[in-house]
């Protein structure tokens, strides 16, 4: 079975994390939006596509897999983990690699916030007063606290599976996704907060010279972070 | 087995997404925050528990259920729907009520952000020129743009088990919750907006009337909506 990635084609943004999981499991799959106009790619057909889906999402990454329809982040890496051993298969760990996938979205969601403040529908330069207060309190309060509970998760061993870190999950790719994210955005926070996540940013390392996920780097299906995606580098809100 | 839920005692907030999936399930629990201060009650013997919890929580709620130990709202959901007949059995059902909650859950967060845009770390009344452009915005684009998604998913039958609907899930609980949070915090909005949502009122309608949930909302167990939760009522920010 082919899977179908419906995404923007423009962006990381949370497809990145759907993308990551499918690379490193060798599945077969197609970025749809991304295919050329011909072959059903554009954002325009993916808008009309993601209102003919059954259930409906109610935003992208939608992951079609044959007869099942699965939106919301979490909860595809939830189906991809457990059709692809990336995530353990007993209750305990499914759980808990569920638990810190959602807490790199609630993490997610507020380094996104952080340059929308007042509204995903207005341009940042419309709200570019309250987005500098909020890149204050995220670096100086969201960020460390984030940073040190996955430093804290991590544990000696350096994976997000606790006891048994040479099984890679989902939430470790995530987690190097979102380090990256965070890199990118807020390159002179993470230089400072990043001595205290050598845990985080060694795991980062790590995933990054995993052969799949190194062939899938140096590839045209990664899309470079840029300044339309969740994570964006302002340098006004760094520091 | 006795379960025991860790969250702030004195409010509904994400915790409350919990208490109605275990009220619904007769299951037997102990709001342990709730408690006396002598039988480990108070906000500071629950900050003192969460540190020492294994697997650290990033937040709470947290339900401990025997040797697990389970944070992140939807994740608690996911393993009481599976334990207590509240969520499909089989994958496809379960992965999309999964999917339902996770969008109750991202609405949760931007309702709570409108009244603290800037951060959670500061107060309202610190922030109230951002929460009110926060609150049109959210008024205008966000609010509508869920109950309309709400309302496409209940479907005729008016319930998140599409075709099914004598079933409950929890993402029926919670979109009950989402309604009259929603309800407590913007009146007027939602006076006017509700026009538009009758399945979902009617289905937060036919979920308080269930007996356990009946009970429970009669019950000093259940903490009335008020001003330190997630849905908040600021006549300024409504209309």
Known sequence: MVYELHYWP????????????????GAD????????PGQGGGERALAKRLGEL??????????????????????????????????????????????VQLTVADLVGEAHDVHHPISAGLYYEDQTAA????????RQERLPKYLG?????????????????????????????AARGLQYAFPIAMERLGREAPRLLALADRIERRPRIAAYLASPRRIA???????RHYPELDG
Chains 1, 2 share one sequence.
């Open 10 to 25: 423009g962006i990381q943004g949370r497809g990145e994390f759907v993308r990551l999981a499918l690379e490193e499991a």
């Open 29 to 36: 799959y197609r970025d749809v939006a991304r295919l050329p």
């Open 54 to 99: 059954d259930p409906p999402p109610f935003a992208p990454p939608v992951l079609v897999a044959g007869e099942l329809v699965i939106a919301q982040t979490a909860n595809i890496l939830l189906f991809l983990g457990a059709r692809h051993g990336l995530a353990p298969p007993e209750e305990a760990g499914r759980l808990w690699v569920n638990q």
């Open 131 to 138: 987005a500098a207060e909020r890149a204050l309190h995220f």
């Open 149 to 177: 509970y996955f430093e804290q998760l991590l544990g000696v061993g350096g994976g997000v599976n606790r006891g048994r870190e040479d099984e890679l999950c989902y939430a470790d790719l995530s987690l190097f996704q």
């Open 225 to 231: 972070f840029n300044q339309q995606g969740i994570f």
